[in-house]
């Protein structure tokens, strides 16, 4: 383990590699299996370190079988191990749907308890670099449609962490969605031991004007906007939920107890996009805590362009973030 | 091959090398964004197979596809500009390097989805046959695709189906860093499976343009004749990384340099001279490519920049992307 200096940068991709890291250490049962993990340390560099630390044993470089990859981390679940299964690119959990729609989710239910799948699948998930429609898509609301699956997507190389040992350690399925645009970010290394439990939102930045619940990669968009409006006078709450189930809707009505302004701002598009599910649970218990309508800032409804300019029109951005807080405090 | 056919096939692989040369240093210098995965030193896979194939025969090609969109009539100056996002490019730069695509010709895409195109071809084919078209229907794609389900599913249909498809593997003998060989049970991932199909397989050399071109010529007849499929393995290798800025560093330096030395310009070129092509001839066609590419280079950078409505085309047939009332 590295020292803490102030000199030293720890990276949101750094910090995945650290998170299974530290759980493969104190647990012999966490495996890894994914496409170039091994010697190659990952295409996004998030399986740093891993191969060297614990052999080929523990880290397996797997075909080109995505349906393999996750049915077989389920089967290697359901039988004393704790995979951490990796999909290259978010996109291509469509080609293992069957595995985190129809079975992972079910095993435990259907069989009446019998069965448990405590693993971790890993995917690099969102826009902003060009990868166009195959390869930039934000598919958390994939996910989110499927009861049975818990759903994690950080913002910061801390939380990657915390999360990644609750996910690892967790007895139900996790899908943990990595960033691509957040790799590169740094940030503090947690302490030893760091642990944030499934479904606590971090309420990133007080305000007393409007809530804005944000996730994973508009987490940073969302604080650049409330500085920015900062030097307006209006005074903007980030609330990163970090997980999507189990859903922290305690913390986001509490925010608007004081704000009663609501901006839900998500990568996933509108249709069907995770923030719909927000909104209605606002509107079926907090519509009395309102003082304005809720906007959500969305993807567009539009398959994404490869052009970093078309990219920019179609998911969110600052400009859009602060266009809607400004729309609604002045409402 | 008659000579000028081989003169002519030759020029097009030295077009396709120049192009992505230039794909290679507009991405370095920051003018084509996102990711690129060359196919310099696959040349001769793709303009041997085109050129055994009718004009209105389908081709479907993987996010490593800018030799086939070549290969089947995309200029170089429609496939510069969709890398560097103009208005100009092939797919109005909303597609980008990894999706080529040129309807109109018969190339019917470029797939990001590792397999994703085996079945499709495999349909495109179905639909030949259901049309009595007499076309036939190509998928290309790498050694990684013949591990993952959709290579196996579409090759089973293809044979009980009896369809006029050719799947041709280019084997470059890794997927993106890791060794092809490390995750497939059989030595040669395409070619060995195909007997579990009832498939006939051919593993050749994918760097001589002559010998690609034939065994598609004869593939091709079987499945018009209505023989069914054939799985083509033809053995080539990238000279640049797997995408953006891959330096490569996971391959030994004696095979790359046994490769290089096996590129399939210089087969090609031999075989020119050996029919008593005069090498001036051959020179005149490499100066030929270096003006057209450098024109298409040009031309590309000075092309607009696509609209930002055009975000909003083209999600449905009708042109537009209206979601509700
Ligand atoms: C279903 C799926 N899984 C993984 C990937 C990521 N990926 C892109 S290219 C590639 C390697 C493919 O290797 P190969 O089929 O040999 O083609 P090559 O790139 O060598 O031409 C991988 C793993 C993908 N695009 N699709
Ligand atoms: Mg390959």
Redesign the interface.
């Known amino acids: 383990m590295a020292d803490v200096t102030k000199a030293e940068k720890f990276t949101y991709r750094d910090a995945v590699a650290e998170g299974i890291a530290r759980e493969m250490r104190r647990d012999p049962s966490v495996v890894c299996l994914g496409e170039d993990i091994g010697a190659a340390e990952g295409v996004f560099k998030t399986t740093v370190g891993l191969f060297k630390e614990f052999g080929p044993g523990r880290v397996w470089d797997t075909p080109i079988s995505e349906q393999a990859i996750v049915g077989a981390a389920m089967g290697a679940a359901m039988t004393g191990m704790r995979p951490v299964a990796e999909i290259m690119f978010s996109d291509f959990l469509a080609c293992c749907w069957d595995y985190l729609a129809n079975e992972i989710p079910k095993a435990r239910y259907m069989t009446g308890g019998q069965v448990t799948v405590p693993l971790v699948v890993r995917t690099a998930n969102g826009g902003g670099l060009g990868f166009g429609a195959q390869h930039s898509q934000a598919v958390e609301n994939w996910a989110f449609t499927v009861p049975g699956l818990k759903i994690v997507a950080p913002s910061t190389p801390a939380d990657v962490v915390g999360l990644m040992s609750a996910a690892i350690r967790s007895d139900d399925p996790v899908v943990f969605f990595e960033h691509k645009a957040l790799l590169a970010g740094s940030g503090p290394r947690p302490p030893e031991g760091h642990l944030i439990e499934l479904g606590q939102a971090a309420v990133a930045r007080e305000g007393t004007d409007v809530t804005v619940v944000a996730l994973a990669s508009t987490v940073p968009l969302s604080l650049k906007a409330a500085d920015q409006l900062a030097g307006e006078g209006i005074s903007v709450e980030v609330i990163d939920l970090r997980c999507l189930i189990p859903l922290d809707m305690r913390t986001v009505l509490r925010s608007l107890e004081r704000t009663s302004r609501l901006v839900v701002v998500e990568e996933n598009p509108y249709q069907g996009g995770w923030g719909g599910t927000v909104v209605s649970v606002v509107a079926d218990e907090g519509f009395e805590l309102l003082d304005a309508p809720i906007k959500r800032v969305a993807g567009a409804n539009v398959p994404l362009p490869f052009a970093d300019s078309l990219e920019a029109e179609v998911i969110p951005t600052v400009d859009k973030v602060t266009e809607a807080i400004r729309r609604l405090s002045a409402y | 091959m008659t000579p000028e056919e081989l003169l002519d096939a030759y020029s097009e692989m030295v077009l396709i090398r120049r192009t992505e040369k230039a794909a290679h240093d507009l991405f370095m210098s920051g003018l084509v964004?996102?990711?690129t995965h060359l196919a310099a030193g696959h040349e001769a896979v793709a303009v041997g197979a085109s050129s055994a194939l009718r004009p209105d025969d389908y081709v479907f090609a993987t996010y490593r596809g800018h030799h086939h969109a070549m290969a089947r009539g995309a200029t170089p100056e429609e496939c510069l500009a969709?890398l560097m996002?103009r208005a100009t490019g092939l797919?109005q730069?909303?597609?980008?390097?990894?999706?080529l695509t040129k309807a109109t010709n018969g190339m019917l895409g470029s797939?990001?989805?590792?397999?994703a195109h085996l079945p499709m071809a495999a349909g495109a084919a179905w639909s030949a046959k259901l049309r009595g078209s007499g076309q036939v229907a190509v998928a290309f794609f790498g050694d990684?695709?013949t591990?993952?389900?959709a290579f196996h599913e579409a090759l089973n249909l293809a044979a009980v189906w009896s369809l006029p498809v050719m799947f041709v593997c280019e084997n470059n003998l890794y997927?993106?860093?890791?060794p092809i060989e490390?995750?497939?049970a059989v030595p040669n991932p395409a070619a060995d499976r195909a007997a579990g199909y009832n498939m006939p397989a051919e593993i050749i050399d994918g760097n001589d343009v002559v010998v690609v071109h034939e065994t598609m010529a004869r593939a091709a007849e079987r499945a018009r004749k209505g023989e069914g499929p054939t799985l083509i393995e033809a053995q080539t290798y990238r000279h640049f990384g797997h995408s953006r800025a891959d330096p490569a560093k996971?391959r030994p330096a004696d095979e790359v340099e046994r490769w290089m030395k096996h590129d399939p310009l210089d087969v090609a070129r031999a075989r020119l001279e050996a029919l008593g092509v005069p090498p001036e001839t051959i020179a005149d066609r490499d100066r030929r490519a270096a003006a057209t590419v450098d024109a298409a280079i040009a031309a590309a950078k000075n092309a607009p920049?696509?609209e930002?409505a055009?975000?909003?085309t083209d999600?449905w047939a009708d042109g537009g992307?209206a979601?509700r009332t």
């Not at chain 2, 797939?111 to 397999?115: D, E, K, P, R, S």
């Open positions: 964004k996102g990711t969709e996002s797919c730069a909303k597609g980008g390097s990894m999706h797939y990001a989805i590792v397999g990684g695709a591990n993952i389900g997927m993106e860093y890791t490390a995750v497939t996971y920049e696509p930002p055009l975000a909003f999600v992307a979601w």
